[in-house]
């Protein structure tokens, strides 16, 4: 067994017993964590204290926090606007003198207003969070959905995009000059919400609980890289799922292929995980992915066909890239029959390669025949 799968299957038996070892974990952490999804989430929720090593208490403690963020979003976030509208609508009086005019230092608009400053430099700095990754710019799966509450880009788009900067010249003409449409940021639909708009909440919602820390630039910096890793933890039912089935489905349809990824502690994750979320659309040109999903939406059962195409793509991957010359087969010329280019797939690299080498190749899928492994795939579904 390899030195990667050894430390895979000694942080599984760490984080799998009732009481973890804190200390061995660390021991463990501390030389690096195995790139699998849900471990490195679960290492950190632990090494930072935010769970015990007695699990049993875990499902208490999470519940307890989320209901702990889901009243600071009751508390801080509520737009006082919103709020009044939601008391109207159940026959409650509400304060008429509380009013985004008024000067009360006790007014909820003038806590609203001031706030604001601070949302403002969160904003742009959340904005630009990571610019070279995608990730924060796609929309999250959990939007925020608390009623009275209100997107925090909302609030600044109305604050600070849409104000003018007036300028006084020695003559005491003053001048007017509008932010430029560069400024402007793209968001998007409604509904929606980024992954950096929750990155933001959580700042605002940090600065608003300890004002004498506040917000300091560069703390999105901190941020980022902890929120990337739990919003990325596969540890839910429907990817443990589908993970699962595509490793009983190759052990079923090729016994010699699961075997060799199976000792080489290359799991599904690895690989399968973005060819399941995004469809495939990331492993072929676009007209590639468009006949693909032509079949993907023509099926009924269309995620178990998706399933049979992954496998299709481990089993029967056809020319493939070596010494940067692209071995092509023009099937389109030929007679063939699968079982006659068997030896010369990607298969036997999955079979003879070694870890990186086999990861490399199923991370940067090779230059394929889509109607090949749609064939194939189809065949793999009447088995």
Same mark, same amino acid.
């Given at each position: 067994?390899?030195?990667?799968?050894?430390?895979?299957?000694? %942080?599984?038996? =760490?984080?799998?017993?009732?009481?973890?070892?804190?200390?061995?974990?660390?021991?463990?952490?501390?030389?690096?964590?195995?790139?699998?999804?849900?471990?490195?989430?679960?290492?950190?929720?632990?090494?930072?204290?935010?769970?015990?090593?007695?699990?049993?208490?875990?499902?208490?403690?999470?519940?307890?926090?989320?209901?702990?963020?889901?009243?600071?979003?009751?508390?801080?976030?509520?737009?006082?606007?919103?709020?009044?509208?939601?008391?109207?609508?159940?026959?409650?009086?509400?304060?008429?003198? *509380?009013?985004?005019?008024?000067?009360?230092?006790?007014?909820?608009?003038?806590?609203?207003?001031? *706030?604001?400053?601070?949302?403002?430099?969160?904003?742009? *700095?959340?904005?630009?969070?990571?610019?070279?990754?995608?990730?924060?710019?796609?929309?999250?799966?959990?939007?925020?959905?608390?009623?009275?509450?209100?997107?925090?880009?909302?609030?600044?788009?109305?604050?600070?995009?849409?104000?003018?900067?007036?300028?006084?010249?020695?003559?005491?003409?003053?001048?007017?000059?509008?932010?430029?449409?560069?400024?402007?940021?793209?968001?998007?639909?409604?509904?929606?919400?980024?992954?950096?708009?929750?990155?933001?909440?959580?700042?605002?919602?940090?600065?608003?609980?300890?004002?004498?820390?506040?917000?300091?630039?560069?703390?999105?910096?901190?941020?980022?890289?902890?929120?990337?890793? %739990?919003?990325?933890?596969?540890?839910?039912?429907?990817?443990?799922?589908?993970?699962?089935?595509?490793?009983?489905?190759?052990?079923?349809?090729?016994?010699?292929?699961?075997?060799?990824?199976?000792?080489?502690?290359?799991?599904?994750?690895?690989?399968?995980?973005?060819?399941?979320?995004?469809?495939?659309?990331?492993?072929?040109?676009?007209?590639?992915?468009?006949?693909?999903?032509?079949?993907?939406?023509?099926?009924?059962?269309?995620?178990?066909?998706?399933?049979?195409?992954?496998?299709?793509?481990?089993?029967?991957?056809?020319?493939?890239?070596?010494?940067?010359? =692209?071995?092509?087969?023009?099937?389109?010329?030929?007679?063939?029959?699968?079982?006659?280019?068997?030896?010369?797939?990607?298969?036997?690299?999955?079979?003879?390669?070694?870890?990186?080498? =086999?990861?490399?190749?199923?991370?940067?899928?090779?230059?394929?025949?889509?109607?090949?492994?749609?064939?194939?795939?189809?065949?793999?579904?009447?088995?």
């Amino acid at each position: 067994m390899s030195t990667y799968s050894t430390r895979v299957d000694q %942080f599984k038996k =760490i984080l799998t017993e009732d009481k973890l070892d804190l200390h061995q974990l660390r021991q463990l952490c501390f030389n690096g964590i195995p790139d699998i999804a849900w471990i490195r989430p679960l290492a950190w929720r632990l090494l930072l204290g935010y769970l015990p090593a007695k699990r049993s208490g875990w499902d208490n403690i999470l519940k307890a926090k989320r209901d702990l963020y889901d009243s600071f979003l009751d508390d801080i976030i509520i737009n006082p606007s919103l709020a009044a509208d939601d008391e109207n609508e159940g026959d409650h009086l509400h304060d008429v003198n *509380d009013h985004p005019l008024s000067l009360d230092p006790e007014s909820q608009w003038v806590t609203y207003f001031k *706030d604001n400053e601070v949302l403002s430099q969160i904003d742009k *700095d959340a904005r630009r969070l990571y610019p070279d990754m995608s990730f924060f710019q796609k929309a999250t799966e959990f939007p925020c959905k608390k009623k009275g509450s209100q997107a925090l880009r909302k609030r600044v788009e109305k604050t600070v995009l849409l104000e003018s900067k007036v300028t006084t010249n020695r003559q005491g003409v003053q001048k007017i000059k509008n932010k430029s449409k560069d400024q402007e940021y793209h968001t998007l639909s409604e509904g929606e919400e980024a992954h950096w708009e929750v990155v933001e909440r959580m700042l605002f919602i940090y600065a608003k609980l300890n004002p004498g820390i506040g917000y300091v630039q560069g703390m999105n910096e901190i941020m980022g890289p902890i929120y990337y890793i %739990f919003a990325v933890d596969s540890n839910s039912e429907w990817k443990r799922f589908w993970m699962q089935r595509v490793c009983q489905s190759i052990r079923y349809k090729d016994s010699a292929v699961w075997q060799v990824l199976e000792d080489k502690g290359i799991r599904p994750e690895f690989y399968c995980f973005r060819w399941f979320t995004l469809l495939l659309s990331q492993e072929f040109p676009l007209p590639d992915v468009i006949r693909i999903w032509d079949s993907l939406f023509a099926e009924e059962n269309r995620f178990e066909f998706l399933l049979c195409v992954c496998c299709a793509m481990l089993m029967w991957v056809p020319p493939v890239v070596k010494n940067n010359l =692209i071995m092509s087969v023009h099937f389109k010329k030929l007679t063939y029959d699968f079982t006659d280019y068997l030896n010369s797939l990607v298969r036997d690299e999955i079979l003879q390669g070694e870890f990186a080498d =086999i990861i490399k190749t199923l991370q940067n899928y090779p230059v394929s025949d889509v109607h090949i492994i749609l064939k194939k795939a189809a065949e793999l579904r009447g088995m």
